[in-house]
């Protein structure tokens, strides 16, 4: 059975980094992409990022471009998101999630089948 688990969560202060991880496992398809989403309270779960498998591709959202970069880690079933001066806006849970559609830029959170738990973030002073 496929899954995802994200680490490397935690509180930080403004201007800060943090680096993001997602591990999976179980997947049967031999391509798939794997985006990391964050969601706020009160408001839509918001893409940020996004890398094939391969590591064929990668796309950001606006709002990830310039402090956020995804890559994947040595061990091949691995994926990170570097995050960069970190805001106090940039608080929330950050999930990685997978899907094996073809979709253009990170899209949206429905057409991902598999998700993490979710790791918090905190960026306060």
């Known amino acids: 059975q496929a899954q995802l688990v994200e680490s490397g969560g935690g509180s930080v202060q403004p201007g800060g980094s943090l680096r993001l991880s997602c591990t999976q496992s179980g997947f049967i398809d031999d391509y798939y992409v794997i985006g990391w989403f964050r969601q706020v309270p009160g408001k839509e779960r918001e893409g940020l990022a996004c890398i094939g498998s391969s590591g064929d591709r990668i796309d950001y959202a606006d709002s990830a471009k310039g402090r956020f970069t995804i890559s994947r880690g040595s061990a091949k079933n691995t994926v990170h998101l570097q995050m960069d001066s970190l805001k106090p806006a940039d608080t929330g849970v950050y999930y990685c999630?997978?899907?094996?559609?073809?979709?253009?830029?990170?899209?949206?959170?429905?057409?991902?089948?598999?998700w993490g738990q979710g790791t918090q973030v905190t960026v306060s002073s």
């Open positions: 999630a997978a899907t094996v559609r073809n979709l253009r830029g990170v899209g949206d959170p429905i057409f991902y089948d598999w």
